[in-house]
């Protein structure tokens, strides 16, 4: 089955030590986004490519990155990460956005420690 | 700058009974308007979708929900509850224009015997 799959699910890291969130599809879909959810809150867009342009949100912060190889795989890269960024990590996909449906992975919940 | 509103943090309602989970949205434009589905510790499932066709859209699991531009609404509805039904509910909407989704702020629906 065509499907959004993300690793690990679970990652638990230490204050400032770097780590990277894995999101990979089979769908084929041109665009992938990455969310950050904390605890009983909205999902809230960090960034998304189209294609091969990239596309940051205001708001996210430096210390957060993302890569895109290829139309398959995308990494976020949290360079130093803090106890405010425990959360759970979405990654999805869309072929023509707006109207097309946003694919989701299970997510990677992250814990900060 | 689009944006919606879900009423009630929490919805409670019984087996069998009608299940109302209200939306609004703000728009300068015609908007795009989406419910997802979020059980524990998953992604988000597409439960249905308005891209300016039809104004009642049907969606899985027998949920349905109206556009009424009069009221800039766009609530969620099931005529009967089921126990599964359980879980976190987001309303979304985007433009013709934008690459994004912008959540609301998610209902819990909780479902008693």
């Known amino acids: 089955d065509a499907m959004v799959i993300q690793n690990p699910r679970y990652q638990v890291t230490q204050f400032g030590k770097p780590v990277t969130l894995s999101c990979s599809q089979t769908?084929?879909?041109?665009?992938m986004y990455w969310y950050q959810q904390k605890s009983s809150q909205a999902p809230k867009l960090l960034f998304h490519?189209?294609?091969?342009?990239?596309?940051n949100e205001a708001d996210t912060p430096d210390n957060f990155q993302s890569r895109r190889p290829n139309t398959s795989f995308c990494f976020l890269d949290i360079r130093s990460p803090g106890l405010g960024d425990t959360a759970m990590y979405l990654c999805?996909?869309?072929?023509?956005?707006?109207?097309?449906?946003?694919?989701f992975g299970p997510g990677t919940r992250l814990t900060v420690l | 700058a689009q944006s919606v509103t879900q009423l009630g943090s929490h919805v409670s309602v019984s087996e069998g009974a009608l299940v109302l989970l209200r939306c609004n949205y703000s728009?300068?434009?015609?908007?795009?308007l989406f419910w997802y589905v979020q059980y524990p510790n998953q992604g988000l499932q597409l439960l249905l979708k308005?891209?300016?066709?039809?104004?009642l859209v049907k969606g899985i699991n027998g949920f349905e929900a109206e556009f009424k531009k009069s009221e800039t609404s766009f609530h969620l509805t099931k005529p009967s509850a089921h126990m599964s039904d359980a879980a976190e509910y987001f309303c979304?909407?985007?433009?013709?224009?934008?690459?994004?989704?912008?959540f609301g702020t998610g209902t819990r629906l909780l479902v008693s015997p």
């Open positions: 999805a996909t869309s072929t023509s956005p707006p109207t097309d449906t946003q694919y």
């Open positions: 769908l084929n879909h041109n665009v």
């Open positions: 490519y189209y294609d091969k342009d990239f596309n």
């Open positions: 728009s300068s434009v015609p908007p795009y």
């Open positions: 308005y891209t300016s066709a039809a104004t």
């Open positions: 979304a909407v985007s433009e013709w224009g934008f690459q994004k989704l912008v």
